[in-house]
């Protein structure tokens, strides 16, 4: 028996929860197919960023830190505590409850806004067609005016280090480990590779992180990225970069693993390994015979600027059309794709997307990195203040890191915002809206801060542009 509706999402994550919630709201008759089973096997929103991405590994990453800083900072405070202990299955359980909370937030805002809410895979049949199959095997036919794919992404395999699930896992396996492994090993220092290394390091775990390249973060203006990987190494990050991993095998109790680094070969030990060299698009068994569409070189869906792909009435959003896969832009291309359906001129500014690497310090920047303003020939000032300055700063006790803003030397418009140091995560947020406006470096230094703030550092840096900072 066919089903009509007037849109028909595939995935629930990110992207395709929100596009689903925004098309409810449009006045459009909305279902939403995702296939994700949580570790008990129960049907859970969310996609990857609510199941084993964003969520769960801010949750660890909150709980190991305060679990390194009772150890080696409370002291300093004069706070005294005994003992600190560990107890992981109850840190386990945090983790899993503050997903499942925002998981059912997922399935009640369904609720709410009238989208019909599907567990099992999605296929794309044709134009306005999609095939349902619940997780029992029964299949379905949805007819739709408009479907839109967020099928997301899945982390990618090493023919040289394939995934077992118990001593070579990806990222999702490294978020459910029941014991802190005393030897973690993880091929590829991205930012998850940096953030489930600092999660098991603050646990105890010795760490090492074998990165093929041999620039750390190289996506990252390279003030920050060096200033970063001097921390992480001095907090006990063994950060390999250069570093090839030719083979990976496991046995019952550990991981051999081989890499070639220069001419050298080296062959090291660990109980766990993590492959965390990337992800990509998941498309596997989303289109049935005859329905394709053009995929780009790497395989992500191609679509245009009004996220149509090669097949009509077929739309794609999040991580599956590709970089930046990150889950804020896939939640502002799900609004933006809803509001075109439903015939609203939407716009999204890629050029001020703001990326976070949850660590500590945390590193965040928007806009263009130094060498990226050099390479587009730009003329450019640069104000960079040290959290080392700031008040707030001291009082936390976090003060390493600083704040750097570039502007361009004519105009002084912000082109680029990098930072390292606490809670910045949250300090990029008012450059972001800063260069959405296409604010210049003397707008934001003429603006009061709040003191003592640590986005008075912010301030600073913008003062520090024109050469005139106060308090540095
Ligand atoms: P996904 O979240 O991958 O969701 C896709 C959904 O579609 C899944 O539920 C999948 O099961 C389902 N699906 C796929 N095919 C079908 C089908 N045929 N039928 C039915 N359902 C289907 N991003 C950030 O912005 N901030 C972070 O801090 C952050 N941390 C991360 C940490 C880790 C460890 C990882 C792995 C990722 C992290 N990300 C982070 C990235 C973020 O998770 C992704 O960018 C985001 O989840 C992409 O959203 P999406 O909706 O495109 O896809």
Not at 328 to 353: C, F, R, S
Not at 360 to 367: L, N
Not at 381 to 389: D, E, L, N, T
Request: proline residues 4%; glycine residues 10%; charged residues 25%.
């Amino acid at each position: 028996m066919s089903k009509e509706f007037d849109v028909v999402v595939i995935g629930a994550g990110p992207a395709g929860y929100v596009a689903a919630i925004r098309a409810a709201q449009l006045g459009m008759n909305t279902a939403c197919i995702d296939k994700w089973l949580d570790p008990n096997d129960k049907p859970s929103l969310g996609g990857t960023c609510l199941n084993a991405g964003c969520i769960p590994s801010k949750a660890l990453l909150e709980s190991s830190e305060l679990f390194h800083r009772a150890q080696h900072e409370f002291a300093d405070h004069g706070v005294q505590v005994d003992k600190v202990g560990l107890d992981l299955a109850a840190m386990q359980k945090r983790k899993s409850g503050v997903v499942s909370q925002l998981t059912g937030g997922i399935a009640s805002l369904f609720k709410a806004n009238g989208v019909t809410s599907f567990a099992g895979s999605g296929q794309v049949v044709d134009s306005g067609e999609v095939r349902y199959t619940d997780h029992e095997g029964k299949e379905d036919t949805f007819n739709a005016e408009h479907v839109i794919i967020a099928s997301g992404s899945e982390p990618v395999a090493l023919d040289i280090a394939p995934f077992d699930n118990d001593r070579i896992v990806d990222s999702w396996g490294a978020l459910e480990f029941d014991e802190v492994p005393k030897k973690l090993g993880i091929i590829g220092a991205g930012y998850i590779g940096v953030e489930l290394g600092s999660v098991w390091s603050r646990l105890g775990s010795e760490v090492t992180l074998l990165e093929a390249v041999d620039e750390f973060m190289p996506v990252a203006d390279r003030d920050i990225a060096k200033e970063g990987l001097r921390s992480f190494r001095k907090q006990g990050l063994d950060i390999q970069l250069g570093a090839r991993v030719t083979a990976a095998k496991a046995n019952k109790k550990s991981v051999s693993v081989e890499y070639t680094q220069g001419d050298d070969s080296q062959k090291v030990s660990f109980d766990r390994l993590i492959v965390a060299v990337g992800r990509r698009p998941h498309t596997s068994n989303l289109f049935a015979k005859g329905a394709q569409v053009e995929l780009d070189d790497k395989g992500y869906i191609d679509v245009n600027d009004n996220f149509r792909t090669s097949l009509p009435g077929v739309y794609a959003v999040g991580d599956v059309i590709g970089n930046p896969m990150l889950a804020h832009k896939g939640m502002e291309e799900g609004v933006t794709v809803a509001e075109i359906l439903a015939g609203q001129k939407p716009h999204i500014n890629y050029d001020v997307i703001p990326a976070v690497v949850y660590t500590a310090p945390e590193m965040a920047w928007v806009g263009k990195s130094e060498a990226q303003v050099k390479a587009a020939g730009n003329d450019y000032r640069i104000g960079q203040v040290p959290f080392a300055a700031n008040g707030r700063a001291k009082a936390l006790g976090q003060q390493g890191g600083f704040v750097k803003i570039i502007a361009d030397a004519d105009s002084d418009e912000i082109l680029g915002v990098h930072m390292i140091g606490p809670y910045v995560s949250e300090l990029v947020q008012e450059m972001v809206v800063a260069m959405e406006y296409r604010a210049s470096s003397e707008d934001i230094a003429r603006i009061v801060h709040g003191h003592p703030t640590l986005g008075e550092t912010v301030h600073e840096a913008a003062l520090a542009v024109d050469g005139r900072p106060i308090h540095f």
